[in-house]
């Protein structure tokens, strides 16, 4: 049996004129996708894959960290059902911070998934 849990998210990114703001708090997301967010972060530390994501159920949000040789970029990809049936999309890629973003983070998301688990 595969667990969900729903999370809450905020996001505010800012750009040269004003921000882009995003709050849900339903996002779902499987255990899974946290082991496999994590097995990526160790594979792009040991230098043997270049891309590690988080992603919801049905990938509505998606986190993503792609190494291209000594660069690191942040992708986040949202997607939000509309009453029209259509999506409303934003795509958001930065530069990020290796040392932030794939060893403390890839620590974090081990030490969350390892109390996740316990639960």
């Not at 882009?20 to 990526?40: L, M, N, R, T, W």
């Not at 160790?42 to 993503?64: C, D, P, Y």
């Not at 060893?103 to 996740?116: A, P, R, W």
Request: charged residues 25%; proline residues 3%.
């Amino acid at each position: 049996m595969s667990w969900e849990y729903f999370f809450e998210v905020r996001c505010c990114f800012r750009h040269p004129t004003g921000y882009f703001k995003y709050f849900a708090d339903d996002v779902c997301v499987e255990p899974d996708s946290f082991a496999h967010f994590v097995a990526g972060l160790r594979n792009i530390q040991q230098g043997t894959a270049e891309v590690a994501a988080l992603k919801s159920v049905g990938e509505m949000l998606v986190f993503q960290l792609d190494q291209r040789g000594r660069d690191l970029d942040l992708r986040l990809s949202i997607r939000e059902s509309l009453p029209t049936g259509k999506l409303a999309e934003f795509n958001v890629a930065c530069e990020a911070d290796f040392d932030l973003f794939v060893n403390k983070l890839s620590q974090e998301v081990t030490e969350f998934l390892s109390e996740l688990r316990k639960a």
